[in-house]
């Protein structure tokens, strides 16, 4: 967002409430839409993806112990995936932010965000024991789900859209080369398994398992055994490797309606969450800090507030559409707690159209790969 406006010519300051070591290490995405990419690379930034982002031009999806692959370039007319680290998109983005030596603090505390329904946004902090108010045209709230910007908003502006999976994600980076070049998207009688990586010799490694699991429950020879049942196939093997971190993530849909409230706008997570079987949680931030950035460079331009105006119904389509498509591969891959065998024909069922259908490959692939227009 911050460069998106330097770009423009429009000043920003950039809070972060955690430390630049913590934001730079923080494990989380790792798939880029080519529209991401692509905006990447129009804002400066892609140097360093370009050369060490892995493309890669489909999926596989396994199932009754046979892989499928889903060809994205046929199908989507040359689109295709970035497979580079959430994690060194924010190193590129620090390091572009300092270099145009505009703002950037981080480690501040009690951020306040107020007077958001006037013209003279404020919005305080704690920096260095100092106290600081700092007045603005706009406030972007790209504060996360656990950030302050949404609960700011009045009750009764926002709608609340949720739901809660009955499962959760244990994943772990491990220090081996994946085990296939492609992503491998598992279903199987014991719960769904993903392999993925972040680079040639880091694999990215996820098994279903209950929201309330404890990681304790889960050493990490219990985990490869898991994974080795849950992705085998005769005559492939699961490299392995030591375990760098383990994390058990929930699955959650959740969209607030509508994405502003006068000069507050929010971004991202603060606005939304998807479940990470569709990777687009990453994508959907970016989408919207592009529409966000456009708004508030024309309303300098030119004092024009019609894209301002419209930016939560503009973002929300591609939310809802993510949302949907995110619903979809996790309802589509994941063993239903409480299911009955005819959820599993269900399943089995979906799994085979999308396979043998182009058209619902080709579905599956330009939302995977990310809709150009919404
Ligand atoms: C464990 C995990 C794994 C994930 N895996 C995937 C995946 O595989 N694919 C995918 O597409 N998505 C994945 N996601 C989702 C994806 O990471 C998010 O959708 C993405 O980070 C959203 O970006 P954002 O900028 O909106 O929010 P964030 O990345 O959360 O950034 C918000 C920032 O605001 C800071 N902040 C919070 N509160 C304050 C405050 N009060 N003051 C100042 N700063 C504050 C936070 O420290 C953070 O740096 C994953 C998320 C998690 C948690």
Request: charged residues 25%; hydrophobic residues 40%.
């Amino acid at each position: 967002m911050a460069q998106l406006l330097h770009l423009e010519g429009i000043d920003s300051v950039v809070l972060e409430d955690r430390s630049r070591e913590y934001v730079e290490q923080r494990i989380r995405a790792g798939v880029l839409e080519q529209g991401t990419v692509d905006l990447l690379n129009e804002i400066g930034v892609g140097e360093r993806l370009r050369r060490e982002g892995l493309v890669h031009d489909g999926i596989e999806l396994q199932f009754a112990g046979k892989r499928h692959r889903i060809d994205f370039p046929s199908l989507t007319g040359g689109r295709r995936i970035t497979v580079y680290g959430q994690q060194e998109v924010v190193k590129d983005l620090i390091t572009a932010r300092l270099e145009t030596s505009r703002p950037l603090h981080f480690e501040v505390s009690d951020v306040e965000v107020n007077g958001f329904e006037s013209e003279s946004p404020v919005v305080r902090f704690r920096r260095e024991r100092e106290d600081v108010e700092l007045r603005c045209d706009f406030i972007a709230g790209c504060d996360g789900f656990h950030g302050v910007c949404r609960d700011s908003i009045p009750a009764g502006v926002l709608r609340a859209f949720e739901r809660e999976y009955p499962f959760a994600w244990l994943g772990i980076l491990a220090a081996a080369p994946p085990s296939n070049e492609e992503l491998i998207y598992a279903y199987h009688e014991h719960g769904f398994a993903l392999h993925s990586m972040r680079s040639p010799t880091i694999t990215r490694l996820y098994l279903q398992v209950r929201p309330d699991e404890e990681l304790a429950e889960w050493p990490d020879e219990r985990i490869w055994n898991e994974l080795e049942l849950r992705l085998g196939l005769e005559g492939w093997t699961l490299n392995t490797g030591e375990v760098l971190e383990k994390g058990v993530t929930g699955m959650r849909s959740f969209v607030v309606e509508p994405m502003q409230c006068g000069r507050l706008f929010l971004a991202g997570d603060a606005a939304h969450i998807v479940p990470a079987t569709g990777a687009k949680g990453l994508n959907l931030a970016v989408a919207d800090v592009r529409l966000l950035a456009s708004g508030i460079a024309a309303w300098y331009r030119n004092g024009d507030v019609s894209l301002l105006e419209r930016y939560s119904s503009d973002a929300l389509r591609r939310v809802w559409r993510a949302e949907h498509f995110s619903w979809f591969m996790t309802s589509m891959l994941h063993r239903l707690e409480g299911g009955d065998e005819f959820d599993v024909k269900l399943q089995l069922a979906q799994l085979a159209y999308v396979c043998s259908s182009e058209k619902a490959a080709a579905s599956l692939a330009e939302n995977y790969v990310g809709l150009e227009h919404v």
